[in-house]
């Protein structure tokens, strides 16, 4: 079952159940098919056929261009309103688009749909399940973006697997803040509600939930570990209940937490609030979600286990594989790249990992970020980084092997009323219960974010860029 079927399931049997937030008044599933329907019409004037490259906001307008591309059975390729991966005419020339759609196109969609007079619905296509569905850029975190290639069988079986992990109903009311032009927002925000049939409005990060929160007044959220830092943040002003409720979110029953590590004390702060915090971990390839916790088998620093009928193992040199039906179909256009990643139906991540005798998965790290030191001994930089960012300046860190053989702490810092010799201190005080050939010999503060090319589209750092620029 594709995934926009269940928009027209929800339209049937629960037409005036609120839908989506229009940023001032919910429409309900009829009102959404019917919008849906119409705007899919204009698409397939446009585009009988082939792939849709988009640039939307994260927007209401997003869902329901999305929505609208599934509908006609069309493949998106989304990229968000930034700058892309790849040059915009290199991007239109490699997947061979044969539409690209902006948030101004879906705006004068959306009011035409809305004002005028809908047209009889035509037979839309019928895609094979095995067909593409959507192409997504990876996020570059150690190699050159590359685009994904997921089936439609493939993006609904990864978001009813996440759904098991992590159940939520038709009374779940989900903000979502996270990119919808990246896989996890595409599986475990848009996937997840379209098969639960709950309400969902969108907006993107901090400043997002901010402004929404205090609308909807959500009971699930996906953040990465940098959000969840600054919804803990706000609890230094007063209590930590009294700062959920000023932000919306006294209604939260399950926060998830991806895109990479959440440290062990804003884990242990969250729940203690009484929010079940569901860490995962997914790469594109995977469509994105391997594992995840539960609301009952979850604990910090480990990402749970594997979603139903994906299954994992570790290969001799402890790196974790996966095999299971939401892998992509392969890389566009690449077909070195794709056996490459891909033995023998088997996804070789490239993710250190150990899993637990309940099956509960840690993951330890990159196995290409491993430093070896000149006495043999083997270091993984995310042990070190971890540490480091439960301070409360610190924002990222990256741990680099410098020329000279030594290691150094380059760390991303908000502005801090303390002296850079105390900071200093307070780095060195962090990882003082480490071996002694584990910690940075120095230490390169930054205050204030890292250049845009120093950062993947998750926002994390690129220690291929960050290290040598910073480190030498």
């Given at each position: 079952?594709?995934?926009?079927?269940?928009?027209?399931?929800?339209?049937?049997?629960?037409?005036?159940?609120?839908?989506?937030?229009?940023?001032?008044?919910?429409?309900?599933?009829?009102?959404?098919?019917?919008?849906?329907?119409?705007?899919?019409?204009?698409?397939?004037?446009?585009?009988?056929?082939?792939?849709?490259?988009?640039?939307?906001?994260?927007?209401?307008?997003?869902?329901?261009?999305?929505?609208?591309?599934?509908?006609?059975?069309?493949?998106?390729?989304?990229?968000?309103?930034?700058?892309?991966?790849?040059?915009?005419?290199?991007?239109?020339?490699?997947?061979?688009?044969?539409?690209?759609?902006?948030?101004?196109?879906?705006?004068?969609?959306?009011?035409?749909?809305?004002?005028?007079?809908?047209?009889?619905?035509?037979?839309?296509?019928?895609?094979?399940?095995?067909?593409?569905?959507?192409?997504?850029?990876?996020?570059?975190?150690?190699?050159?973006?590359?685009?994904?290639?997921?089936?439609?069988?493939?993006?609904?079986?990864?978001?009813?697997?996440?759904?098991?992990?992590?159940?939520?109903?038709?009374?779940?009311?989900?903000?979502?803040?996270?990119?919808?032009?990246?896989?996890?927002?595409?599986?475990?925000?848009?996937?997840?509600?379209?098969?639960?049939?709950?309400?969902?409005?969108?907006?993107?990060?901090?400043?997002?939930?901010?402004?929404?929160?205090?609308?909807?007044?959500?009971?699930?959220?996906?953040?990465?570990?940098?959000?969840?830092?600054?919804?803990?943040?706000?609890?230094?002003?007063?209590?930590?209940?009294?700062?959920?409720?000023?932000?919306?979110?006294?209604?939260?029953?399950?926060?998830g937490c991806g895109g990479a590590p959440l440290s062990r004390q804003d884990y242990s702060a969250l729940q203690e609030a009484g929010i079940t915090v569901i860490h995962g971990y997914g790469l594109t390839e995977a469509g994105p979600v391997v594992c995840s916790g539960t609301p009952s088998k979850g604990r910090p620093g480990t990402v749970g286990g594997p979603i139903p009928f994906t299954q994992i193992r570790l290969d001799p040199e402890g790196r974790l594989e996966v095999r299971g039906p939401g892998l992509m179909t392969g890389y566009l256009d690449d077909p070195a790249s794709t056996k490459a990643c891909m033995q023998q139906d088997w996804l070789q991540t490239g993710d250190l990992a150990s899993i637990a005798d309940d099956g509960i998965v840690t993951i330890l790290g990159r196995a290409d970020d491993t430093i070896v030191l000149a006495n043999g001994k083997k270091i993984q930089p995310t042990e070190i980084e971890s540490l480091v960012c439960q301070l409360a300046d610190v924002r990222h860190a990256v741990l680099w092997h410098d020329r000279k053989g030594d290691l150094v702490g380059i760390v991303e810092c908000q502005r801090s009323t303390r002296s850079p010799e105390t900071l200093q201190r307070t780095l060195d005080a962090s990882v003082a219960l480490l071996e002694k050939w584990k910690r940075p010999r120095r230490w390169v503060i930054r205050y204030g974010p890292f250049e845009t090319d120093e950062v993947t589209t998750k926002g994390t750092p690129r220690r291929q860029i960050v290290g040598p620029r910073y480190g030498e």
């Open positions: 079952m594709r995934l926009i079927q269940h928009l027209h399931s929800h339209a049937q049997q629960r037409p005036n159940a609120a839908a989506l937030w229009l940023g001032d008044q919910w429409i309900n599933w009829s009102e959404l098919r019917s919008l849906t329907n119409e705007i899919t019409n204009r698409l397939l004037d446009l585009s009988p056929h082939g792939r849709v490259v988009t640039q939307f906001d994260n927007h209401f307008l997003a869902v329901i261009g999305t929505l609208a591309i599934q509908n006609a059975g069309l493949c998106e390729v989304p990229l968000g309103p930034g700058k892309p991966p790849k040059p915009l005419p290199t991007i239109l020339a490699q997947t061979g688009a044969t539409l690209h759609l902006t948030t101004v196109d879906m705006q004068r969609f959306f009011e035409r749909a809305r004002n005028g007079s809908a047209k009889p619905n035509r037979c839309f296509n019928e895609p094979s399940p095995a067909s593409e569905s959507l192409i997504l850029w990876t996020s570059g975190t150690s190699a050159s973006p590359r685009a994904v290639v997921l089936s439609w069988q493939a993006l609904a079986a990864n978001a009813a697997g996440k759904l098991s992990a992590a159940p939520q109903s038709e009374s779940d009311c989900r903000l979502t803040i996270l990119p919808l032009w990246h896989a996890y927002a595409r599986t475990c925000e848009l996937g997840t509600w379209l098969i639960s049939g709950g309400q969902l409005a969108v907006s993107l990060g901090w400043e997002g939930l901010r402004s929404e929160a205090l609308k909807i007044r959500p009971t699930l959220l996906n953040v990465v570990p940098s959000i969840a830092s600054r919804i803990l943040e706000k609890a230094s002003e007063n209590d930590l209940p009294t700062s959920i409720q000023q932000l919306g979110l006294e209604r939260l029953r399950m926060l």
